[in-house]
């Protein structure tokens, strides 16, 4: 089953939340995720799932994703690559609509993370789930108050839609739109892009009412020739502003050492 540009409405404007690896240890993933979503003021029903705590943060916990009392629309992953096929498999089953999959230990480690990554988007392909990741630091969405994102960022809401193939720089910008006021929409750091690519990120971009201007900030491209067709189309409606690394070859080894990119050619981009 496709994945529909309709789902990231459940990525972005979730209703209800459960983070999935939730923890009350600090520095691990899944504390910081769900201290940044309170702290970030989000309004919509979080649950914590984690079998060996009863209680995280002050809530009881949820002992796995089967057991989540509703169909959450966004689901946060933080457990070992070895256990997320089998919890989206779950999360399938629960109806959960979207995931954002932060995770390593895919595609960016070898042949043997390729295949996790490739049986967890297989069982999301499947219900027409969307993934974002794995091996990502999340996403925000400052209209919405979610701030599901690896670092204490939380820029103000605006009209600028961006994504980022590097999730340090992509939290660094974020800060700095913070501290000089400048409004975001939507922020995904795209991590390998297993299933949602940047192409279909900025298809939806295109559409989405919030955003008037979309910033990009690209290593490599699995589907160039899509992406240029969805690039020439969204740019007659819409700023597009994309920043192409992996220039040198420096820029190249930078980019497949943190998310296994194989940073495309300049002179593809520059056809």
Not at 75 to 100: D, F, H, N, W, Y
Not at 217 to 239: M, N, T
Request: glycine share 12%.
């Amino acid at each position: 089953m496709a994945v529909g540009l309709d789902r990231f409405k459940n990525l972005f404007e979730p209703e209800s939340v459960a983070i999935v690896g939730a923890s009350n240890i600090p520095g691990k993933w899944g504390f910081i995720m769900p201290i940044n979503i309170i702290t970030g003021g989000y309004k919509g029903r979080v649950y914590y799932v984690n079998p060996r705590e009863k209680y995280i943060l002050g809530l009881r916990a949820i002992p796995s994703v089967e057991d989540l009392p509703e169909a959450v629309d966004l689901m946060i992953v933080t457990v070992p690559a070895s256990l997320v096929p089998k919890v989206v498999e779950q999360a399938v089953k629960r109806g959960v609509k979207s995931a954002v999959v932060v995770s390593s230990g895919f595609s960016e480690t070898g042949a043997e993370g390729k295949k996790l990554e490739e049986k967890m988007v297989s069982f999301a392909n499947e219900a027409g789930m969307l993934i974002a990741g794995p091996n990502t630091m999340g996403i925000c969405s400052p209209p919405k108050k979610l701030y599901a994102i690896g670092a204490l960022a939380m820029p103000p809401s605006g009209h600028i839609a961006f994504l980022s193939q590097s999730g340090n720089l992509g939290v660094q910008v974020l800060g700095w739109a913070e501290r000089g006021g400048l409004g975001i929409s939507r922020y995904i750091c795209s991590g390998n892009e297993a299933q949602l690519t940047c192409d279909l990120a900025l298809e939806f971009f295109g559409k989405d009412p919030m955003t008037k201007v979309i910033l990009l900030y690209l290593e490599g491209i699995d589907y160039g020739e899509r992406f240029f067709e969805v690039a020439s189309s969204v740019s007659r409606v819409k700023p597009v502003v994309a920043l192409k690394v992996g220039v040198t070859e420096a820029g190249i080894k930078a980019a497949m050492s943190h998310s296994g990119a194989v940073a495309t050619s300049y002179r593809v981009y520059q056809a």
